[in-house]
């Protein structure tokens, strides 16, 4: 009589909990970052959170490396790599966008400074007045400044900044852009909030002047943001190759927004932080205005490849929610 055995398979070991545990973590931890990084990735802001979620970028590197943590405790080898790869992607894009100098040619023509601020609805004049009697800039723009704001700065720094293109209104439909040279002004781009805008000879040569504020990317209130970026692009692309440009002003958008980086591909234009190395320096909301310290920068001074950046700084506006960027330009010739 033959005996027969039976080999039996061993079972595999069960899942401990916390791995399983660990692995729902990981999995809706990076769930958020790779939606967003992905629409960064093919260039679009689509609809409500993402644009939103956009000026978090660069602090999507958390979620996505607790992700990669909690994956590599789970030993789930799939998502650790797919956590990987997001953060990698991430962290890629925390880098400045777009060249780190201009092609500017020929001697310098004039040295200048350039000073843009949302004063939110007029709170902070008091302060944008002090800083500029410190800091004397030679153009100033000015986002939110109703007729009471654009009274007090006439009365204050009037002197020194006697010219001026105005979109008159109250609240944040008013802006103003002051020179201490003369100004020819022209239409306005269409938009809920003004972008005054004007020509001036400064160096001997005409420079378009224009700020730029279109409206923030809230809720229901998206499709009007890209629209209004898109005509500042387009006054970008118009004046690509007409001389001298300083674009400035709180453009409600960052380096991680697709519809800004239209502007500045548009125009071929620079942004003077990213020049300045500090592409990635906050403007809002300011410190002590709301619950969150400041996390993106929104506000800009862009300038054409007629000028070199020698420096940006940054500056605190008490009453408003918006730090200011002073830019220091040299023009050239050009020639």
């Known amino acids: ?9 061993p079972l595999p070991p069960p899942v401990r909990p916390e791995r ?12 958020v970052p790779s939606v967003v990084v992905g629409c960064r990735l093919i260039g679009v802001d689509a609809v409500t959170p993402v644009p939103q979620l956009l000026s978090f970028l660069p602090w999507l590197a958390l979620p996505a490396g ?18 990987a790869l997001v953060l990698a992607v991430t962290c890629w894009f925390v880098l400045p966008y777009g060249p780190d100098t201009t092609t500017a040619r020929g001697p310098v023509v004039e040295r200048l400074r350039v000073l843009t601020a949302n004063v939110e609805f007029g ?18 723009y000015v986002s939110e400044c109703d007729r009471l704001c654009l009274r007090a700065l006439t009365a204050a720094v009037g002197p020194d900044l006697p010219h001026r293109a105005v979109v008159d209104g109250w609240g944040s439909t008013g802006s103003a852009v002051l020179s201490a040279y003369p100004l020819t002004a022209q ?55 007409g001389g001298p440009v300083i674009l400035a002003g709180d453009f409600n958008a960052s380096q991680d927004h697709a519809a800004f980086r239209s ?46 950046v020698r420096g940006v700084r940054f500056l605190d506006l008490a009453g408003s929610d918006h730090r200011a960027v002073l830019a220091e330009l040299d023009l050239h010739a050009g020639r």
């Open 123 to 140: 709170q902070g004049t008091e302060a944008l007045v002090e800083t500029v009697r410190r800091e004397r800039p030679q153009l100033v």
């Open 1 to 9: 009589m033959t005996s027969v055995r039976t080999a039996v398979e």
């Open 187 to 241: 239409p306005p781009i269409p938009a809920v909030m003004g972008m005054p805008g004007a020509t001036t000879q400064i160096g001997g040569r005409t420079v378009q002047l224009r700020l730029a504020h279109p409206l923030p990317p809230i809720p229901r209130q998206v499709d009007a943001w890209k629209s209004e970026l898109g005509r500042v692009a387009d006054f970008a692309a118009a004046r690509r190759d």
């Open 263 to 308: 502007v500045l591909d548009a125009g071929r234009l620079h942004d003077a932080a990213r020049l300045a190395g500090a592409a990635r320096t906050p403007t809002w909301p300011r410190e002590g205005q709301g619950p969150l310290p400041p996390y993106v920068q929104i506000d800009h001074v862009l300038v054409s490849d007629d000028f070199r």
């Open 66 to 83: 607790l992700a990669l943590l909690l994956a590599l405790l789970a030993r789930r080898r799939l998502l650790a790599g797919w956590a």
């Open 20 to 31: 399983r545990l660990a692995a729902w973590a990981s999995g809706l931890s990076v769930a």
